[in-house]
């Protein structure tokens, strides 16, 4: 296992996989650190948490850096969402213990209610994008409930990985209560498989989530999917252009464009078209490039040179089906064997072409062109994908109509980017996986819903 710093193409550490056995025996230790921790009380876990959250807060540049090196991250947006980690951890310590406090149901027996009990060790697979975020908006809400964990991380962002073990470890969680499993994909098979695995969370592409789901469902282990998306931004008539163009890029730009929940496509009424691209292409345009480690760097590399190969690919075989290259396109001329590619829009995108189907993973807005509202709306819903969505419109209540009954996502914005946000669940729906995360939706999922019944 390889890390490669995307910027210069230089390695910068090879891991050693664990072994069969080893992973056998961390699962096992696992699993006893949670017969201890399933016992603790609700103030002791959230006490741990806030320890973990001042952890993060106290290395956050370090960590930041780290992201940097393995994935391109811009250290600024590292550092949030570093930050955005310790507030998961602060949240789920002030409010896990009520999100699963007994829920009394009133029936004809003397007591009767709900009871929401920890299942055990749970198995996170997590992908490089947001190396920190994605696990934390797990772990943290898990290790409230009782439940422990065992991480199976991108192989390119190992180093991120072992230093989440690291921050549980000197946050004072017992021994072993999380581990990290260096594995490949292969392995994550018998890793499922294994009787001390109660449950399955990942967040990666959708074919990843099929394959987990198939393994899981075999062994009847419950799983919690966020998946791919291709999000939808309409911008209607009456948007102010200026600012929908602003969120627009910030959206699709976002991470250097790697978000399961940035803005992908963008469906432009008529009547605005021509306008909001001018400004939209300006915006595009207006990122500084550069090594994520500068602090002026905007927009860094994508995470993998393979990665941006195949971003270029889908771009070319979209041209080459009809679709018009307005601004990028292009590998930009940086020093070393880098993974940067230019901040890109394609117009006239329709049916029948790649892009109309495919998750675009990279810094490439796709525009698409509706007669009106009702086509905006019918376009937006023409996708296998349904992860997250907004609508740009002067009139909010215009706006929280077609957000609320009209848009077919899982989270569905009015005048902002989709975005996760630790007090509101998150999560999709079709291709883009089920189940939710966050919130007390979140740390629902991975509990036994218990009937107390007491005659």
Not at 65 to 75: I, Q
Request: proline share 4%.
């Amino acid at each position: 296992m390889i890390s490669v710093n995307p910027t210069s193409g230089k390695t910068i550490k090879s891991y050693i996989e664990d072994t069969e056995k080893q992973v056998q025996v961390k699962i096992e230790k696992t699993h006893n650190a949670w017969l201890k921790w399933k016992e603790t009380r609700f103030s002791v876990r959230a006490e741990f948490l806030r320890n973990a959250s001042a952890v993060l807060l106290k290395r956050k540049t370090e960590l930041a850096t780290l992201m940097a090196k393995e994935m391109g991250k811009p250290l600024s947006a590292g550092i949030a969402e570093i930050e955005k980690c310790a507030g998961v951890c602060d949240f789920y310590a002030s409010n896990g213990a009520n999100f699963l406090k007994d829920e009394i149901i009133a029936t004809e027996a003397s007591k009767s209610y709900v009871s929401f009990q920890p299942l055990g060790v749970v198995l996170a697979v997590m992908p490089w994008n947001f190396p920190f975020w994605q696990l934390f908006r797990f772990l943290a809400p898990a290790l409230m409930a009782g439940n422990a964990g065992v991480l199976k991380h991108a192989s390119n962002v190992s180093g991120c990985a072992l230093a989440i073990e690291e921050v549980i470890k000197e946050a004072g969680f017992p021994k072993d209560v999380f581990s990290v499993l260096l594995i490949n994909s292969k392995m994550v098979k018998k890793a499922i498989a294994h009787p001390f695995i109660k449950a399955v969370t990942l967040t990666g592409s959708t074919e990843a989530g099929k394959q987990v789901a198939q393994q899981a469902g075999f062994h009847l282990k419950k799983t919690v999917l966020e998946l791919g998306g291709s999000d939808p931004y309409l911008v209607l008539a009456d948007a102010d252009l200026e600012q929908a163009a602003e969120i627009c890029m910030q959206s699709r730009l976002i991470n250097n464009g790697q978000s399961c929940i940035a803005a992908k496509r963008f469906i432009l009424v008529k009547e605005i078209e021509k306008d909001f691209l001018k400004i939209f292409i300006k915006k595009m345009q207006s990122k500084v490039t550069g090594d994520p480690l500068e602090s002026q760097t905007q927009l860094g590399p994508m995470a993998r040179k393979d990665l941006r190969d195949e971003l270029h690919q889908q771009v070319m075989d979209n041209i080459k089906a009809g679709a018009k290259c307005v601004l990028g396109g292009v590998i930009p001329d940086f020093k070393g064997d880098h993974a940067f590619y230019s901040p890109t829009i394609l117009t006239g995108i329709k049916k029948g072409m790649p892009a109309f189907e495919e998750e675009i993973f990279g810094p490439v807005a796709l525009v698409f062109s509706a007669k009106d509202e009702e086509e905006a709306i019918k376009i937006a819903n023409d996708s296998p994908f349904g992860l997250g969505a907004a609508v740009f419109t002067a009139s909010q209540a215009r706006g929280e109509e077609i957000a609320s009954k009209k848009l077919n996502a899982g989270s569905c914005f009015v005048n902002s980017l989709v975005k996760s946000d630790s007090r509101l669940p998150f999560g999709g729906i079709n291709q883009s996986g089920y189940g939710r995360e966050l919130s007390s939706f979140g740390i629902r999922e991975f509990v036994n819903i218990k009937t107390v019944y007491v005659k």
